[in-house]
């Protein structure tokens, strides 16, 4: 079952990180939500019995980061003040830039929206997975979702592009 | 069709480039070997991964002692003294759904009144931006006086176990403030509360903890004196103003109302089936 683990954590951390990183916007925090899950995950390792594990720590994921901000514990968590728009990607260091932007313009949008954009589109949920890991309805989902992606184009988008 | 569920062609090729944004976000990989470590040798969850700090208010205990049922009413506590660092959430995440009765009976395995009558530190985040701030988890011993609703699975708390609350924020030369989350109540020393709590000590439920945690955002009520909306909330003294709760929710409709009438609605309620997180 280690060996499991092991195999198992060595493709999920990466995008366990990256979620929780979009999620708060906070790359220390999210490397701590990330750690916790996977401690979690590794005690429960041997009596957890599901289909896929993946798609179980993406749901621990987001609750943890949820039960975190119910508790302040994401205080920190604050709109920045402006996003640069997001231009043409021309090489890796670029990416790494845009790729900041993107998270600025998250940490913008309230944590729900936050939540329907990186689960449905980022993440490539359907519409009842993100509901049901954001603990909503579909609806909720789809408003939230629609909402955050209009208020990521216009942070995003260069005026003379919209 | 609603704006709402239309993916037009320009849609989607923005999402296209959000997505190149988002896998181009770069991560830091744990140390797997520690990590390993640190949750075979303890039950600690993690004691010092390359250099992170704890986890605090997500992992935060809240012990809970049972009191023999039907306790005297709670005295109305006076308002919390010290600085006050309050987090605006006016679009709160959930962990669980908490807003309605059904969501209750759904999700959460015991509804409890309790009294807060200790609080301990726990872990420490640091911000890690060089500008000293330091989150500290807080642990909370509640004192429960009434079990209003169980699941029947024996599930009700007679034994420690944990939940999450709100810890303090340490500044560079302040002094120590309280982190609170407007509307949220957080569980002050002396104030009584109505909790809906979750077991997640159940193997395939992704909550992923080990003990009891709230429910969510509307799943703690402010309860001293037995009235509903009475006590502390976000950090404050509050008096049961239909405001302070979270719009349309049960606690909301519940407002100022005695405790038992939230034990009757319990009992009155259709029952249903315990909601698993799918595996």
Request: glycine letters at 8%; one cysteine or more; hydrophobic letters at 40%.
């Amino acid at each position: 079952m280690d060996a499991d683990f092991d195999s198992f954590y060595a493709t999920a951390a990466p995008s366990l990180q990256r979620l929780a990183v979009a999620l708060t916007g906070d790359v220390h925090a999210a490397s701590d939500l990330t750690q916790d899950v996977l401690v979690k995950l590794l005690r429960a390792w041997d009596r957890l019995h599901v289909d896929n594990p993946h798609a179980y720590a993406r749901t621990m994921l987001v609750r943890q980061v949820a039960t975190s901000r119910r508790t302040g514990f994401l205080h920190r968590e604050r709109p920045t003040a402006e996003v640069t728009p997001i231009g043409v990607v021309a090489d890796f260091a670029e990416l790494a830039a845009e790729s900041d932007r993107l998270v600025a313009a998250l940490r913008k949008l309230p944590p729900r929206q936050r939540q329907a954009v990186v689960l449905r589109y980022l993440e490539d949920l359907s519409t009842e997975q993100t509901a049901e890991a954001m603990g909503c309805s579909s609806g909720t989902v789809k408003r939230a979702a629609h909402d955050g992606l209009n208020s990521l184009r216009n942070q995003l988008t260069e005026p003379a592009e919209r | 069709m609603h704006p709402e569920n239309q993916t037009t062609d320009a849609d989607r090729e923005f999402i296209a480039g959000l997505k190149d944004s988002y896998r181009g976000i770069e991560v830091s990989p744990v140390d797997v070997d520690v990590l390993h470590a640190s949750a075979r040798r303890t039950d600690h969850r993690r004691v010092a991964v390359g250099g992170a700090a704890l986890l605090a208010a997500a992992a935060v205990t809240v012990a809970v002692v049972t009191m023999p049922w039907g306790g005297a009413p709670t005295p109305p506590s006076g308002p919390v003294a010290g600085p006050l660092v309050v987090q605006e959430q006016p679009a709160i995440s959930e962990a669980w759904p908490s807003r309605s009765r059904s969501d209750w009976m759904r999700y959460a395995d015991v509804v409890v009144v309790a009294k807060v009558t200790a609080e301990h530190e726990t872990g420490t985040y640091g911000a890690g931006d060089g500008s000293g701030e330091v989150a500290v988890g807080r642990e909370v011993d509640l004192e429960v006086s009434e079990v209003l609703w169980s699941r029947g699975l024996g599930e009700a708390p007679t034994e420690v176990v944990g939940v999450s609350t709100a810890g303090w924020l340490d500044r560079p030369g302040q002094e120590r403030a309280r982190i609170a989350v407007d509307g949220v109540p957080r569980l002050e020393l002396d104030h009584s509360y109505v909790l809906a709590l979750r077991d997640t000590d159940n193997c395939g439920d992704a909550g992923g903890g080990s003990g009891w945690e709230v429910l969510g955002s509307s799943a703690a009520w402010p309860a001293d004196s037995g009235t509903v909306g009475v006590g502390e909330s976000g950090g404050r003294q509050v008096d049961g103003d239909a405001d302070q709760a979270v719009p349309g929710s049960w606690e909301q409709q519940m407002m100022n109302r005695p405790v038992s009438e939230v034990r009757q609605a319990l009992r009155a309620a259709e029952p249903a089936d315990r909601v698993s997180d799918p595996c």
